[in-house]
T-cell receptor
Framework: SQQGEEDPQALSIQEGENATMNCSYK?????LQWYRQNSGRGLVHLIL?????REKHSGRLRVTLDTSKKSSSLLITASRAADTASYFC??????????????FGKGITLSVRP | DGGITQSPKYLFRKEGQNVTLSCEQN?????MYWYRQDPGQGLRLIYY???????QKGDIAEGYSVSREKKESFPLTVTSAQKNPTAFYLC??????????????FGAGSRLTVL
């Protein structure tokens, strides 16, 4: 079952511009995470936001969470060519207890043109 | 260096053969996971294990089997019963963060191609 759905599916921007990616989910969560995947590689954790938080920052990343709309957004400011990758949101399943399993969306392909 | 090692990175298999993908972690993580990724798709959970000698089916367990005899190791066998096994397989592990959240550390993946 796919919990998170990202949009847009693909995004192409110029270096220096900001990139905004959105994620919607269906059921209640404890937290939402964003991961990055370079082509042909594993995923790397970027940032986590808990259900009682509305906004969080980490370097050039800003993530927001609106639990009433069941949605999150990831903003990458001042993008660089090295930000080119796929980005996934992941939500936990509170019913599966400790080390609860995560469900990933289909991902957003971000291309940053030099 | 602590991390997760998946092997082999590339694997070719003839139809009807079973293959086993290796996943080893030295992070002392309790939980381990196997995900499958198809082109343009998200990650789908195959199996996960929260503790040694115990594992649960994920969303697409049919045609796969796992074992968890040691904390460090969580091998995945793709059996001949899996009808469409060509995919990118990702192993991950986690330990509960101080925040209570489950943050995953991923291996580099294994790409399986059925000829």
């Amino acid at each position: 079952s796919q919990q998170g759905e990202e949009d847009p599916q693909a995004l192409s921007i110029q270096e220096g511009e900001n990139a905004t990616m959105n994620c919607s989910y269906k059921t209640s969560i404890n937290n939402l995470q964003w991961y990055r995947q370079n082509s042909g590689r594993g995923l790397v954790h970027l940032i986590l936001i808990r259900s009682n938080e509305r906004e969080k920052h980490s370097g050039r990343l800003r993530v927001t969470l609106d639990t009433s709309k069941k949605s999150s957004s990831l903003l990458i400011t001042a993008s660089r060519a090295a930000d080119t990758a796929s980005y996934f949101c992941a939500t936990d399943d509170p019913s599966t207890g400790a080390n609860s399993k995560l469900t990933f969306g289909k991902g957003i392909t971000l291309s940053v043109r030099p | 260096d602590g991390g997760i090692t998946q092997s082999p990175k590339y694997l070719f298999r003839k139809e009807g053969q079973n293959v086993t993908l290796s996943c080893e972690q030295n992070l002392n993580h309790d939980a381990m996971y196997w995900y499958r990724q198809d082109p343009g798709q998200g990650l789908r959970l195959i199996y996960y294990s929260q503790i040694v000698n115990d594992f649960q089916k994920g969303d697409i367990a049919e045609g796969y089997s796992v074992s968890r005899e040691k904390k460090e190791s969580f091998p995945l066998t793709v059996t001949s019963a899996q009808k469409n096994p060509t995919a990118f397989y990702l192993c991950a592990s986690s330990t509960r963060a101080r925040s209570g959240a489950n943050v995953l550390t991923f291996g580099a993946g294994s790409r399986l191609t059925v000829l």
